[in-house]
């Protein structure tokens, strides 16, 4: 096994996942791109990411879904997962901290602070780590 961190981006926005993509390779991540809820929850038991950046509106199955049934299964539960999207709500942050995402990060996003996010869950993942807002406040 390679020591390239495996990392799962979930979004219906084929151009968004190419351009985060292109970023996580560069910054020497391995990348599964999926496109829906339910292909993404498939390559989470197939592939066993270290890492999964999910979109909250998606086809099929939405992603506090996703998020929801990966957390309550002991085999995923540790995987780090960062709410990736466009609803800048407190209602939606609210609710991705109840189904148990690790980390909000809106759109449009900092390209830095989302690799920066993605290298503090994946050193801290081991540790029970608390809910965070990248560029807020947890």
Known sequence: MGDKKK?????DE????????MRL?????????????????E????????LIILDIMLPKMDGYKVCGLLKKDARYAKI??????AKAHEEDEKLA???GADAYVVKPFEAKAL?????ELLESHKAEGGFSIAGGQA
Do not use: C, W
């Not at 390559?43 to 270290?50: I, M």
């Open 7 to 11: 990392i799962l981006i979930v979004d």
């Open 115 to 119: 690799l920066a996010k993605i290298a």
């Open 14 to 21: 084929k151009d968004l996942v190419e351009n985060v993509t």
């Open 97 to 99: 901290r109840e189904v």
């Open 25 to 41: 390779v560069h910054a020497g991540y391995e990348v599964l791109p999926s496109y829906d809820g339910v292909n993404a929850f």
């Open 43 to 50: 390559q989470v038991r197939k592939e066993r990411p270290d």
């Open 80 to 85: 780090p997962i960062i709410m990736f999207t």
